[in-house]
């Protein structure tokens, strides 16, 4: 997982498999993040090549954790397995995804 | 031919088993994108078992991978914690709004769409529950492989 500030916004860039093993790490560092006072989030799936409940339920946990705080978390890049496992659970239903980091940055309010 | 594991029901030995029918199912043949249907299968119900199986004490867990004709693979899982019958489960709603979606469910609700098939029997104090993948590219849809007696 690597991270990017550009302008107001952070972007998050998931690598590899987030599954109940890595999924608390990830929600842990969002947290820190969003303490720290960050609220508008491109989290970029473009580099995940897996994604279990446990993956799903630490996105959605932050992304109800930012909706309190008028906060905005968009996804990008989903692909493979990761689309299907989004497509299943009716994830795309609640989440704004873009095709890339670009793209959900335009949407971004300014 | 079958290959089994056993472990310690703890998601500390998650990885462990992950690995074990990753490797399986390359050995069977199957493509990359479905073994990933299958891991997250046995991620599922694995962690369901390291749950919600054993409450009192800790317990084991087995795992077993048999390679069957016709590109099937057979998982059998079983585990001697309280029953526990996956296809009584309920489904899973969907609310549309962030503040209003459940966290948890989504497990089983995954399972069910990455096999082909799932049985489940309480046999005695052993709960065992077998998932049944077909290696998608194996089988052209047009052709289906035909199951059932007849060999």
Known sequence: MDTEKIGDVRIVRL????????????????????????????????????????????????????????GLLFLSGLRGPVKEVFEISHFVDIFRIFGSVQEALEAMPR | MAETVRSVANIDQLERILEFVRSCAARA?????????????VEEAMVNICRYAYTEHS???????LQEPGGILRIEIVDRGRPFNLL??????FECDIARRQLGGLG????????????????GDKNRLILVLR?????????????????
Do not use: W
């Open chain 2, 29 to 41: 043949g199957f493509s990359g994108r479905r073994i990933i249907d299958l891991e997250l299968a």
């Open chain 2, 88 to 93: 009584k489960a309920e489904k899973p709603v």
């Open chain 2, 135 to 151: 290696d998608r590219k194996q089988n052209s849809p047009s052709t289906p492989e035909p199951v059932g007696p007849g060999r």
């Open chain 1, 15 to 70: 690598q590899g498999r987030l599954g109940e093993v890595s999924a608390p790490q990830f929600e842990d560092r969002m947290k820190e993040m969003i303490e720290e006072g960050e609220v508008l989030f491109v989290v970029d799936l473009g580099g995940l090549e897996y994604i279990s409940s446990a993956g799903l339920r630490s996105i959605l946990s932050t992304a109800k954790e930012l909706k309190k705080l008028d």
């Open chain 2, 59 to 65: 317990g084991e867990v087995e795992v077993a991978c």
């Open chain 2, 108 to 123: 089983i609700h995954i399972i069910r769409n990455m096999v082909d098939d799932i049985r489940y029997r309480r046999e």
